[in-house]
């Protein structure tokens, strides 16, 4: 215990505020080239799969969606590792690296007109390298917040991981509001769609440089270094109980938040019959609010327990979703879209909001990367990256009104979860606890 009590640094509160924000940037910007493809894929869908039909064309990006995904469980445990071992600052800089070179490469790629088959082999083959490095991101983006954090203020500042995530997004959201307006839709169609994965690519940089100057954890500092078990699949078998707990909370949380924030504004265009314009922009302001939201939630987190918040989002998901998504289809104007919108993000920040801290707080220092990001990985790529897919799929074969039925029971399983599984208490207080009694 000798150890910890000489590696613990006291940093003050704006000391652990930059290093935060560094570390959350680079989430945002991961984020902003994941959410890139999903934001233009009406735009380059049939630069890479022609076909004759609009929502063929978006079945087939959507696929390349949910195969990125599905690189996810994969990125968890190779970066998760190399997290717990190696360090969380050393393993976030490669993650964002990693996504840098696979933005550029899209930003540049032939299409299928003019390299044929091997355009959308480039395309699915960056996407999977894409979805190793988001993989990682969220295990140790998660990580690394949590542990920096001061201990009465960790969900405040752990909310900031998904507010950068949904600011990626919104970042997406917005340039393509911009390239909207300055380009014609046949210039989008042929070009436009590439600027957005050249301004990913160069953002990077930036963020990866600015990762270069992080500090490390204490508790990576004090617990993971030179410990062999560190980040082991043997020693996360340990850990049963909360890699399921990890699986169920994650479930009804993926598939709401990507059917929120990333299948929305399709719904809105061919169920709904907005314009494209008019849908990215209500996209963009609920968006926006989502990102208030997260802070406050994670604040209150602080004062009343995450646990509450999780319920939240489990009745109203279960209770609300369904009535939304029929309301919506039938909307007559923008506003009223938007403010339905609106209350499935109101409703979804129950659960966005604080989700990786209360995670976090489930394993040790020793697995805690591998812990939180495995399982969620493996959830994700199972559910959150196949909610395009299989919403598209439903609407093809005339059952639209179905998805929103899986969507709600997958938020009621979550629920029980929340209700009768997960317990108070945070392996990352009782470390701390440990490490001044000690001292």
Excluded at 82 to 101: E, N, P, Q, Y
């Amino acid at each position: 215990m000798q150890a910890t009590v000489q590696t613990t640094v006291k940093r003050s509160e704006r000391k652990i505020a930059s290093n935060i924000l560094k570390g959350s940037l680079g989430n945002m910007i991961e984020w902003f080239d994941w959410y890139v493809y999903a934001s233009f894929a009406i735009y380059f869908s049939g630069a890479f799969f022609p076909a004759h039909n609009q929502t063929a064309e978006l079945l087939a990006t959507a696929g390349v969606f949910a195969i990125g995904f599905f690189m996810r469980p994969l990125g968890s445990f190779v970066m998760g590792r190399f997290a717990d071992r190696k360090g969380r600052r050393a393993a976030l800089t490669l993650s964002v690296s990693i996504m840098a070179a696979g933005s550029l490469i899209i930003a540049l790629v032939p299409t299928y007109a003019q390299i044929g088959i091997w355009s959308p082999i480039i395309l699915i083959a960056t996407r999977l390298v894409q979805g190793l490095s988001l993989g990682g991101e969220y295990g140790t983006s998660a990580t690394y917040m949590s542990e920096m954090a001061s201990p009465n203020r960790r969900g405040f500042y752990s909310s900031f991981q998904y507010v950068t995530l949904i600011g990626g997004q919104l970042s997406a959201l917005l340039v393509q509001i911009i390239l909207q307006a300055i380009y014609t839709s046949q210039q989008l169609y042929a070009f436009g769609w590439r600027i957005p994965f050249a301004i990913g690519a160069a953002g990077a940089m930036v963020v990866l440089w600015l990762r270069l100057s992080m500090e490390e954890s204490d508790q990576f500092k004090n617990s993971n270094r030179n410990n062999r078990q560190a980040g082991t699949l043997r020693l996360l078998a340990h850990y049963p109980k909360q890699v399921l707990t990890v699986v169920g909370m994650t479930l009804g949380g993926t598939i709401s938040f990507y059917t929120y924030t990333t299948y929305l504004q399709q719904f809105m265009i061919n169920t709904t019959g907005l314009s494209k314009k008019t849908a990215a922009m209500i996209n963009f302001v609920a968006l926006l609010v989502m990102v208030v939201l997260q802070p406050l939630f994670g604040h209150l987190s602080d004062r009343i327990g995450r646990k509450p918040l999780l319920i939240f989002f489990g009745i109203g998901g279960t209770l609300c979703t369904v009535p939304l998504f029929t309301l919506m289809a039938g909307a007559s104007t923008a506003l009223e879209a938007l403010l339905l919108m609106i209350v499935g993000i109101v409703i979804v920040s129950g659960y966005t909001s604080i989700n990786a801290i209360v995670k976090a707080e489930l394993f040790p220092s020793e697995i805690r990367a591998l812990g939180v990001g495995m399982p969620y990985g493996l959830t994700v790529a199972l559910f959150g990256g196949t909610v395009n897919y299989i919403a598209l799929w439903l609407r093809s074969i005339h059952l639209e009104s179905a998805f929103f039925w899986y969507v709600s029971g997958a938020v009621f399983i979550s629920l029980l979860v929340y209700a009768f599984v997960l317990k108070p208490g945070s392996l990352i207080d009782e470390e701390m606890t440990e490490s001044t009694t000690t001292d």
